[in-house]
């Protein structure tokens, strides 16, 4: 097996989730301690951890709204406390509301972007500080989305946010650069998992026609999106910073 992230510990936000756990999974696999953090409480995460430990790593969760800055600024440095600094930053948690400019609520948007937006960079600003602190390198992952450069119907919370997140990824890293803190983020299309996933599972059509509309007919699995984080992080990644990593089946060819 490559260990080739033996000594890194891993910090992912949104990490109940589908493509959340996926990240996991694959780090640990390569032997990272993980930090997740997640709105859920505590008890649903038990036994995600339990099949970490197949790994032989350590790993931990921590009940965080990425929202409160503060309360990001106590994960990371718990984080820190028990498992290392984090090396490795992903930025994952994500809401969605389905709804058109007139029919979503101020308290919609407002939240929307607030978890979206504001809590990438809350944890990527605390956890991106400590690596300063001590003078490390360090990975920082964004998980936006070709929502972030085309127009989605019903969806515009979601898309000012990505697009925020896009432009949140390229001022961080200019800033990090000099510090050897690489910073990009990974831009999916469809993916069969995580906010999109829960819809197609409930709308088998909407499913089918989403493949049908990707160039290569096919949907990406949280697995497929893990790896290409993966590759972002690897250590003889030594240039790539501020760019978006595009996997979206060529649906932005059609755009």
């Known amino acids: 097996m490559n260990m080739q992230f033996r000594k890194e510990t891993v910090i992912i936000s949104g990490g109940l989730g ?24 505590a ?26 800055a503060d309360a990001v600024q106590q994960w990371v440095n718990k984080t820190e406390s028990d498992l290392g600094i984090p090396g490795i930053i992903i930025a994952n948690a994500a809401t969605v509301t389905f709804a058109g400019i007139h029919e979503i609520s101020p308290e919609q948007w407002s939240r929307e972007l607030r978890v979206n937006l504001d809590g990438a960079f809350h944890l990527t600003k605390a956890a991106t500080a400590r690596l300063l602190f001590h003078n490390r390198p360090g990975r920082v992952v964004f998980m936006g989305s070709w929502a972030a450069h085309a127009v989605h119907a019903n969806i515009p919370a979601y898309c000012v946010s990505k697009a925020g ?32 996933g829960r819809r197609f599972e409930k709308d088998a059509a909407m499913r089918e026609e989403a493949i049908q509309k990707v160039p290569v007919k096919k949907l990406i699995t949280a697995t497929e999106v893990a790896q290409q984080v993966l590759l972002l992080c690897h250590p003889q990644n030594e240039h790539m910073t501020g760019s978006t990593l595009l996997m979206d089946g060529g649906l932005s060819l059609l755009t």
């Not at 589908?18 to 409480?41: E, V, W, Y």
């Not at 008890?43 to 409160?68: C, G, I, M, P």
């Not at 949140?168 to 999109?196: Q, R």
Request: aromatic letters at 6%; glycine letters at 6%.
């Open 18 to 41: 589908d493509i959340g756990r996926a990240i996991a999974t694959a780090f640990a696999k390569q032997g990272a301690n993980i930090s997740l953090g997640d709105i859920q409480p």
């Open 43 to 68: 008890t649903h995460a038990r036994e995600f951890l339990a099949s970490l430990k197949e790994y032989k790593t350590r790993s931990a969760y921590s009940q965080v709204d990425v929202t409160d």
């Open 165 to 196: 997140m896009r432009m949140l990824c390229k001022c961080m890293a200019l800033e990090l650069a000099p510090h050897h803190i690489l910073v990009n983020e990974l831009a999916a299309g469809f993916v069969d998992a995580g906010l999109s």
